[in-house]
């Protein structure tokens, strides 16, 4: 197996970053995320308005990583078998055969995930949460990478099924890319002109084996303790928050974990500071909250929520000894 240094983690990213940026213009924060959650091998739900280029970053990371792709448009009469696959009978020897569907892939694009119905939602469960399919009783196991890209309209709600809080909590964090500036949507505008076709053609970055090994290389960055016991009581504030019907698991304690680590590795770092925790903590906690009811008339979030939280929850003081040397 490969072996790469942190600052191999960081040079390598920043190189992904910036071919990916050749196609989705001036959302080098928002990109960095995405990356944050493949490095930490989660899956990631973008939730944004329509034309803001949620599957064009889907199948910008697929292209710069080198990864095979495939999307499934996710429609109300799609059926699980036609993301999972299904047994086909075969009329010559009278045997059964498995026809693997699109989710035996190394980068799913689960196009408007909430047009489906939850009976279709499901069939991405397991393979979410084990990267295993299961059908009619054989067990099929999803070679990695496998990560899935799911985006969704916020405000389009006729003939949708909003994802329930179970699958939500699948997804590592929730992602949102939001308008252009000006000055950005001119270059959008520039760079089409001048390549005179839709298409954007990105060239690999780096390979398959090397996202597996910046995935290993991610799990030597260390975590204090003090910064460990901010993580929990980020995630236990949610839980008692005023607002809140049900706070995050301890499944998002371990998303600010996987997440915060990968940011470090980022900046060529081999520790997490508390920076790192405020800086992911509403992308991979808001999705996970459930607010009471009555707040919803009042447009509250739980983004809003888990900012109050990093307001309210003391951060640790920087350990003197905590610098790496350049």
């Known amino acids: 197996m490969t072996e790469l240094g942190l600052d191999e983690v960081s040079v ?3 190189a992904v970053l910036d071919e990916v940026e050749r196609a989705v213009v001036g959302k080098r924060p928002e990109l960095e995320l995405v990356l944050l ?18 599957t064009l ?3 910008s990371f697929a292209q710069v990583l080198d990864m095979e792709f495939a999307r499934i448009q996710f429609t109300p009469d799609l059926l699980p078998a036609d993301v999972t696959g299904s047994s086909v009978y075969r009329q010559a020897d009278g045997s059964f055969e498995f026809r693997p569907g699109p989710v035996f892939t190394n980068l799913l694009l689960a196009d408007e995930i909430n047009r489906a119905p939850p009976k279709t939602q499901s069939a991405l469960l397991e393979a979410m949460a084990e990267r295993q399919v299961t059908v009619e009783g054989e067990t099929h196991i999803l070679q990695p990478p496998f ?15 909003p994802l329930p809080e179970a699958q939500l909590d699948r997804f590592l964090i929730r992602a949102r890319l939001g308008y252009p500036a000006r000055d950005d949507e001119w270059q959008v505008l520039e760079r089409r002109r001048e390549r005179m076709t839709d298409e954007v053609v990105l060239a690999p970055a780096c390979g398959r084996d090397d996202l597996l090994a910046m995935q290993r290389s991610v799990e030597t960055v260390h975590v204090d303790r ?5 993580m929990v009581d980020l995630v236990a504030a949610t ?3 005023p607002q809140v019907q049900v706070g995050a698991s301890p ?9 915060s680590r990968c940011r ?7 520790f997490v500071s508390p920076d790192d925790v405020k800086a992911v903590a509403v992308p991979a906690l808001g999705h996970r909250l459930t607010l009471r009811p009555e707040l919803w008339v009042q447009r509250v979030s739980g983004d809003d929520v888990v900012r109050d939280c990093l307001a309210r929850v003391p951060a640790p003081a920087p350990r003197a000894d905590a610098v790496t040397e350049p």
């Open 57 to 59: 970053v889907a199948r």
């Open 239 to 241: 839980r008692v928050h």
């Open 264 to 270: 470090a590795a980022l900046d060529g770092r081999d």
């Open 147 to 161: 990560l899935v890209i799911a985006t969704q309209n916020p405000i389009e709600y006729e003939g949708t099924y």
């Open 12 to 14: 390598r990213s920043a």
């Open 37 to 54: 959650a493949i490095l930490a091998d989660g899956h990631v739900l973008v939730e944004d308005y329509p034309g803001l280029a949620k």
């Open 251 to 259: 499944r998002g304690s371990l998303a600010l974990l996987k997440l």
């Open 226 to 230: 003090s910064v460990g016991l901010y």
